[in-house]
């Protein structure tokens, strides 16, 4: 019988984030691999959903979204992050921002160009990357600071590289990217006449009075920035998938094409569930950095008790420990020994680099509530003792 396999997948595998959520779940342990974000949904966001699934609001919306919600996000958009944006020719609401991330390769880039995405890289922005047929090249950014550096970046530039990948907050490392970062990427992105797309869904979630700043803000990456955003942190409803994509007409409308060829429109009584989050007041978002600081606080404080070094992340709702001391010869068998031992699962870093940086790294999230976040940091003390005697 002839196998039927696309050669697109060739040497890919299912994510070690997944993995790890699949050794967890046979242990009956705690989850803080993946970015589940297990977290109550606002009740505006959740019954605005039912509502609209009462009211028969289940017909397609146009591909670039239901209108009402794309002018909130106009309105939020200028309020929030300085971006003028015109609800009907430069948004577009999407399958998740990943399916915001797939639009725009596919609607914007073509086989065999090069796309540069900063180490360590948010998974799915590589697989996607190959799945589209593009040639993922990198960058290095070394822990604990994960410094943006020109030189590095120059450097990793090849003759066919036509766009670079900016996350920030970052996945994983939690790293934030302010204006002097922003104008590094500005001129080389002018200079190399690169697209940039920024992978910004972790906005509202930064910690100690940071303040997020937009690539598409600054004069030279305004005509060539796809902004992607989202809400499946902010409301806690990662399995909704509701993202947004952001852009200059020209590419705004590429994307919107892939994204009606693709998947559609995103789910549209979910997309009326989600307009009345953006309605919620400042206190609402207040709230949620104060909520997320202290869940991060928990975390790292059980990590530094267990002898595992946690660099503190800027913003997003992971944290990335470094591990290299303790003698494990991978992360992957430090990550399975802790699960193993303590029940409490966290992602190897070698899924968020290419090269060994990411052997001595761990990523735990803590997107859960106290009480899950106090008993996981108290089976990691336990822990203590095996790690040093590894």
């Known amino acids: 019988m002839t196998t039927f396999l696309s050669a697109r997948l060739a040497g890919m595998t299912q994510s070690e984030i997944r993995n790890m959520t699949r050794e967890c779940e046979k242990v009956g342990g705690i989850n803080l691999g993946q970015g589940l974000g297990d977290l109550p949904t606002p009740p505006p966001v959740r019954d605005g959903a039912i509502q609209a699934i009462r009211d028969r609001k289940s017909t397609y919306s146009f591909p670039e979204g239901a209108l009402e919600l794309r002018q909130l996000i106009a309105e939020k958009l200028r309020r929030d992050n300085g971006i003028e944006a015109d609800p009907k020719t430069n948004i577009t ?57 020109e030189a590095k970046i120059r450097a990793a530039l090849k003759p066919n590289t036509r766009a670079i990948v900016v996350c920030s907050p970052s996945n994983p490392s939690g790293r934030m990217y302010g204006e002097s970062d922003l104008k590094v990427i500005e001129k080389i992105a002018v200079e190399k006449n690169l697209l940039v797309i920024t992978d910004e869904i972790y906005e509202y979630i930064i910690y100690d009075g940071r303040k997020h700043f937009c690539a598409a803000t600054m004069p030279g990456l305004r005509d060539r920035t796809v902004t992607l955003m989202g809400v499946s942190k902010t409301f806690s409803i990662t399995g909704w998938r509701m993202g947004y994509a952001v852009a200059p007409e ?114 735990f999230c803590f997107a859960k509530e ?13 822990f203590k003792g095996a790690l040093v005697n590894a």
């Open 93 to 149: 609401v999407t399958v998740g921002s990943s399916g915001g991330f797939a639009c725009a390769i596919m609607g914007l880039l073509n086989p065999g160009d090069g796309i540069l995405l900063l180490e360590p890289y948010y998974g799915y922005h590589l697989n996607a990357a190959l799945l589209a047929g593009l040639v993922p090249q990198f960058a290095t950014l070394s822990p604990p600071d994960f410094a943006l550096d």
């Open 250 to 363: 020209p590419l705004s409308r590429a994307i919107t094409l892939a994204n009606d060829l693709f998947y559609v429109c995103a789910p549209t009584p979910l997309q009326h569930g989600i307009a009345e989050g953006f309605k919620s007041p400042p206190e609402f978002f207040a709230k949620l950095k104060g909520d997320y600081q202290r869940k991060r606080d928990i975390i790292c404080q059980g990590l530094t008790d267990a002898g595992l070094r946690p660099i503190i992340p800027q913003g997003a709702y992971y944290v990335l420990a470094d591990v290299s001391h303790l003698g494990y010869p991978t992360a992957k068998a430090a990550a399975m020994a802790l699960l193993n031992e303590t029940k409490v699962a966290s992602v190897p870093g070698t899924a968020f680099y290419q090269g060994k940086t990411g052997e001595g790294l761990l990523r």
């Open 370 to 382: 106290d009480e899950v976040l106090a008993e996981a940091a108290k089976r990691i003390r336990a």
